[in-house]
């Protein structure tokens, strides 16, 4: 099993920053990707991001590409999610997921969820 823990989330002012991050534990299964998500009230989980953990290749959404960046670390089995020019639409709660396939946009590929992390941006 997987178990992964998203933390970082909060209320920011439009144009601000927030960096999310997700730290994985367990054993036994071979992650091959790690990607993030979001949900806004009334609305469908969507893809946001995700990194191969191979060769750290990167993939964003239209919606947030070139403003937000994924990145991890090996060591501390962390996978960060830095958020720059936040915007009111990027209000949603926050999941990180796990793969043991190459990595997807596509939510319900995911094998393993974290709990959810609330962003709220507002002015």
């Known amino acids: 099993q997987v178990q992964l823990v998203e933390s970082g989330g909060g209320l920011m002012h439009p144009g601000g920053s927030l960096k999310l991050s997700c730290a994985a534990s367990g054993s036994g299964i071979s992650i091959n990707s790690m990607g993030w998500f979001r949900q806004a009230p009334g609305e469908g989980r969507q893809g946001v991001s995700f990194i191969s953990n191979g060769d750290g290749s990167t993939t964003y959404s239209d919606a947030v590409r070139g403003r937000f960046t994924v990145s991890s670390d090996k060591a501390k089995h962390t996978v960060y999610l830095q958020m720059n020019s936040l915007k009111l639409e990027d209000t949603a709660v926050y999941y990180c997921?796990?793969?043991?396939?190459?990595?997807?946009?596509?939510?319900?590929?995911?094998?393993?969820w974290g709990q959810g992390t609330q962003v709220t941006v507002s002015s």
């Open positions: 997921a796990a793969r043991r396939w190459p990595g997807t946009l596509n939510p319900l590929m995911y094998d393993y």
